[in-house]
């Protein structure tokens, strides 16, 4: 199994770069002080977001140095409009123009009326006084040339005033003209913290979820870049964070439902037959977990090879007329019982795609496909069977159902596989396997009732015990887990599966040592399993012992290169590596590992989750960052659970507001190094 770290599932906004981890983690173990904002806006609703509790913060402890965001402010929300002595004046105060001073003396006045309407609650009154003051700007800069200081001083009045009268508007109930006036603000100074804030604050009372996701990143983007040196030290940053990781959070989740559809829907216009398969390390693992394992291998390598199923396809007659029912289905029944042994040698020989193209094949014919419009149709389907025999039939139905699981059709999975267990009502692998079905469409009182119903045909079917005990986890029922584990090990004590899922338990339940103990047994069974190597390296990396962990995981890769668990496990093992201070991880090491882990199973959707943050933390520019996108993109492609959906949408998700983010600032790159 891959690491089941905090990173797999906390969505930190530059991803895994390690001031990031840093800022959550100063905080996270700080102690809590408690103040009042004195320029918080009364009466809003919101609260500081300094103290990690709060829903939206009015306004953020960094301060934006050079901006308007750092004007003193009021109680009342409302900034100080600056005048020219505020400003480094473009020349010496004797040759100040007469109109100028004149101009300062009436934005003073009227800003000084402005905050008196304000204190009365007479908001929309304030907001007219300024944008009286604004207008006289306005008038100001059209009637003749300013210079350059006079200019920056005149900008960040207006940048003041739109802000204050933003402010004016939110509080009179008037959402969208104070967006309006937080882009003016914005467009003038991107960094302005409280415009921002605001224009957080009204998207999400507006329900645009999206549009105040990219709000809140800009906001966390800015404090990361304002304390990139600091955290790059180990040392605290200026402020907490502007926004608490919970809102982060709470966005991503009203989002998820449309990104999560939209995948749905570019999933479903794909035919079952052109889904791709996953790795055949995947698929043996998942076979080598049913009884009937041996079974079929031992049958499949005694019943010829490919090249004699082959032949005696070439053989068969062809053009059997429809008419002559009798022989008609007897040549289809036995091309499909044809190619059904091929299929298994196929399988047999890990040839997986060509054994799923026979199956698909025979189980066409004796479902009589071209024939499904003609009148004799289920006639000739009954007759195809009965020629084909309960055996070859059953056998048909339970690979087609394992080759419409594997390409996540439930459905079509189900039917195969209910089918089988009508003919077979005693069968208890079937009703494993239809309980796996069941448990990957999140139907769990269905699966636990087919694992008793399995038992209680057979009490030491060790499939029904394996795999009921992966349900329990899911349900974190870990004390039953453990109990069917121990059961089916104390019943087969070299199931190597079983005594790696309890290893996985122990280690859930914090007990590393009894994980040690069920790993060395389970080595002694099989010294040269990549799957215990990797077992060994997780419990390693539970310990902190990173480069013991690597070692484990190197001899995983080196035992099975087609493994792709070791290639994760060991990227994350990489990056965990404690450096020199101020050094970053090998990023460039673990990009490589989690490449090699899509490449040998593009359907491992753990790589691609870690794979997308660690290089949108190293993208050096945003064309970059719009790669990590095009990578989630391929992700979902091959997602077959609704937790792996959920897991690359809410990825994809952060990373489309992350970038236009960082537009939004004027920002070039997401890499805080």
């Known amino acids: 199994m891959a690491i089941n770290s905090q990173q797999n599932t906390t969505y930190i906004v530059i991803g895994l770069a390690a001031i990031a981890t840093a800022a959550a983690l100063y905080f996270a173990f700080s102690p809590k002080k408690s103040s009042d904002d004195?320029?918080?806006?009364?009466?809003?609703?919101?609260?500081?977001?300094?103290?990690?509790?709060?829903?939206?913060?009015?306004?953020?402890?960094v301060q934006s140095s050079g901006s308007s965001t750092s004007t003193a402010t009021t109680a009342d929300n409302t900034s100080k409009a600056p005048t020219s002595s505020a400003a480094p004046p473009a020349t010496s105060?004797?040759?100040?123009?007469?109109?100028?001073?004149?101009?300062?003396?009436?934005i003073e006045e009227i800003d000084r009326a402005g905050k008196a309407l304000f204190k009365n609650k007479q908001y929309m009154e304030a907001a007219e006084t300024f944008t009286e003051a604004l207008d006289l700007i306005e008038s100001s800069k059209k009637s003749k040339d300013k210079?350059?200081?006079?200019?920056?001083?005149?900008?960040?009045?207006?940048?003041?005033?739109?802000?204050?009268?933003s402010a004016m508007y939110e509080k009179a109930s008037h959402p969208d003209l104070a967006l309006s006036d937080c882009d003016a603000v914005l467009d003038l100074d991107p960094a302005h913290i409280k415009a921002r804030t605001r224009r957080l604050r009204i998207l999400e009372s507006q329900?645009?979820?999206?549009?105040?996701?990219?709000?809140?990143?800009?906001?966390?983007?800015?404090?990361?870049?304002?304390?990139?040196?600091?955290?790059?030290?180990?040392?605290?940053?200026t402020g907490p964070p502007p926004v608490p990781q919970s809102k982060i959070e709470e966005l991503v989740t009203f989002i998820q439902p449309q990104e999560i559809a939209r995948a749905q829907e570019a999933m479903a216009s794909n035919a079952v037959e052109s889904r791709a398969l996953p790795?055949?390390?995947?698929?043996?693992?998942?076979?080598?977990?049913?009884?009937?394992?041996?079974?079929w291998m031992s049958d499949a390598a005694r019943g010829g090879t490919v090249a004699k199923f082959t032949s005696q396809l070439e053989d068969l007659l062809e053009g059997v007329p429809r008419k002559s029912m009798v022989a008609f289905s007897d040549n289809l029944a036995t091309k499909a019982s044809l190619l059904l042994n091929r299929g298994r040698r196929y399988a047999y020989e890990k040839d997986f795609v060509k054994a799923v193209k026979d199956f698909d094949e025979a189980y066409a014919l004796v479902e009589d496909k071209d024939g499904s419009d003609e009148s004799d149709h289920?006639?000739?389907?009954?007759?195809?069977?009965?020629?084909?025999?309960?055996?070859?039939?059953c056998r048909l139905l339970e690979w087609c159902g394992m080759c419409k699981h594997l390409r996540f059709d439930l459905k079509g999975a189900l039917e195969c596989y209910e089918r089988c267990s009508e003919l077979e009502p005693e069968n208890t692998e079937i009703l494993v396997k239809r309980a796996g079905v069941k448990m990957d469409g999140a139907n769990y009182s269905d699966a636990d009732a087919l694992f008793k119903e399995a038992l209680a045909l057979n009490p030491t079917a060790s499939d029904a015990l394996l795999h009921r005990a992966n349900l329990r986890m899911l349900q974190q029922r870990v004390p039953e887990s453990e109990t069917d584990l121990d059961t089916c090990i104390r019943l087969y004590p070299n199931n190597l599966l079983a005594r790696l899922r309890l290893a996985t338990v122990c280690m859930a339940k914090e007990d590393l040592?009894?994980?040690?103990?069920?790993?060395?047994?389970?080595?002694?069974?099989?010294?040269?399993?990549?799957?215990?190597?990797?077992?060994?390296?997780?419990?390693?990396f539970a310990r902190g012992d990173f480069n013991e962990a690597k070692s484990e995981f190197q001899k995983a890769m080196e035992c099975d290169t087609s493994n792709p668990t070791p290639y994760v496990n060991a990227a994350l093992a990489v990056v965990n590596t404690p450096s020199a201070m101020g050094a970053m991880p090998d990023f460039a090491e673990a990009i490589r590992l989690l490449e090699k882990a899509i490449e040998v199973d593009p359907m491992f959707h753990a790589a691609y989750v870690q794979l997308g943050q660690m290089k949108l933390s190293m993208a050096t520019d945003l064309s970059r960052a719009k790669e990590v996108v095009e990578l989630y993109d391929k992700g979902l492609e091959y997602c077959r659970t609704?937790?792996?959906?959920?897991?690359?949408?809410?990825?994809?998700?952060?990373?489309?507001?992350?970038?236009?983010?960082?537009?939004?600032?004027?920002?070039?790159?997401?890499?805080?190094q």
Request: hydrophobic share 30%; glycine share 6%; with cysteine.
């Open 147 to 165: 210079k350059e200081g006079q200019k920056s001083s005149l900008t960040r009045q207006i940048i003041t005033l739109t802000n204050n009268r």
């Open 378 to 393: 289920d006639e000739v389907k009954k007759a195809i069977v009965t020629a084909m025999g309960n055996v070859d039939y």
């Open 642 to 672: 609704p937790e792996e959906l959920r897991d690359i949408c809410s990825m994809r998700i952060l990373t489309v507001a992350q970038i236009d983010a960082a537009h939004a600032l004027h920002m070039e790159t997401l890499n805080m």
């Open 513 to 540: 040592d009894g994980a040690k103990k069920m790993l060395e047994k389970a080595e002694e069974y099989d010294p040269d399993s990549s799957e215990v190597h990797c077992y060994r390296g997780e419990l390693h």
């Open 207 to 237: 329900k645009r979820h999206r549009e105040a996701l990219v709000e809140v990143c800009a906001l966390q983007l800015k404090y990361m870049n304002d304390n990139r040196d600091k955290l790059r030290l180990g040392l605290p940053p």
């Open 279 to 295: 790795s055949s390390y995947t698929i043996i693992q998942l076979l080598k977990s049913f009884s009937g394992y041996n079974k």
């Open 38 to 61: 004195a320029s918080s806006s009364k009466g809003s609703g919101s609260k500081d977001g300094g103290g990690g509790s709060s829903i939206t913060p009015v306004k953020s402890n």
């Open 93 to 106: 105060s004797s040759t100040k123009d007469d109109d100028e001073k004149q101009l300062n003396r009436r």
